[in-house]
């Protein structure tokens, strides 16, 4: 009760108590004056919180590193994912368009095709393989270099190859057709069934991350609701004294939402920290494996954008879930 005899005790508290004094102050003044007093109460909630966390060590890394476990999962498939469609920009190679002209087709012609084709809307790029150049290459792939010297003339055609923009099925079949039509073509080859595959397994990466990652968030839910459910009952008496002086719900609830967003903030750079180790402890594996195939690739580690995406999910989860545990709780801890 010495709190509403001491305005300013009730001006931290902020509950009905908390009145203006009578007297001649200009409207300025009191402004300055109650924000000065709502600066000063959050300041004090967030010292406050940060002290209880500070006090339980263990606890509060122990709950900070099963939130960034259940964090760092989505976001390290995400990554990953990210990483093979750079891989994958061999993939639409794998996606290429072969446009076999006729024999009767020289260097020149073939050339002036390749252009045409490589303004073709929808066409990344176009190449033009000649039919010498196409029987050096299968000479040295096939090891039939000497029975194909044998032969009395080359049996293989020129062929321009289109890669495209989009690896999409509707697309590629649209662009086969256009160049079916070219008057030197005689045959156009297209692996569509690779071209399933590859999108058939990149949305199912895409839906498998989305679905894990609601999972993941009710769980982070539960969890910071639970652990802020553990500190109410452990200040229950402190808060039906804050509330018989006069304390509103949202002087009460403002040290939890606190908590909450410091059990965020510390989950997501422990997170952080987890992808960024991670990533990097793989990435010597996956650079001796690209290495036997004569590939310099290697793995990107956590852009800062997404670094701080991740710290700024956590943070407000962990503000979402020590309000929804404030709000389920508070009526119970009125007093009668």
Sequence with gaps: M??????????????PAAVAPAGGKKPESDFRRHLRAWLESHRASLLDSLRRLVRQPFGSFFTCLVMAVALSLPMGLSLLLGNLERLGGSWQKAAQISVFLKMDVGDAQGEKL????????????AEWISREQALQEFQQGSG?????????????????????????????????????????????????????RLTAILRLGDRFVFGLSLLLIAALLLVIGNTIRLHIENRRNEIEV?????????????????????YGAGAGLLAWGLLAYGLDWLNGAVMRLAGLYGSDFALLGVPA?????????ALLLGYIGAWLAVARHLSELSPR
Excluded: C
């Design 144 to 196: 039939l270099g000497q029975a194909l010297r044998e032969l009395p003339e080359n049996p293989l055609p020129g062929v321009i190859l289109v890669t495209p923009h989009e690896v999409d099925k509707t697309t590629l079949e649209a662009l086969r057709n256009r160049l079916a039509e070219l008057p030197k073509a005689e045959q156009v080859q297209l692996d569509m069934v690779w071209v399933e």
């Design 114 to 125: 390749r252009d045409e084709v490589a303004s073709m809307p929808g066409v990344a790029q």
């Design 2 to 15: 010495s709190a509403i005899r001491n305005p300013k005790a009730a001006e931290r508290i902020g509950g």
């Design 242 to 262: 804050i509330k018989l002086v006069g304390g509103t719900d949202s002087y009460v609830r403002r040290p939890f939402l606190y908590m909450g967003a410091l």
């Design 305 to 313: 954008e997404d670094g701080l995406s991740l710290l700024l999910a």
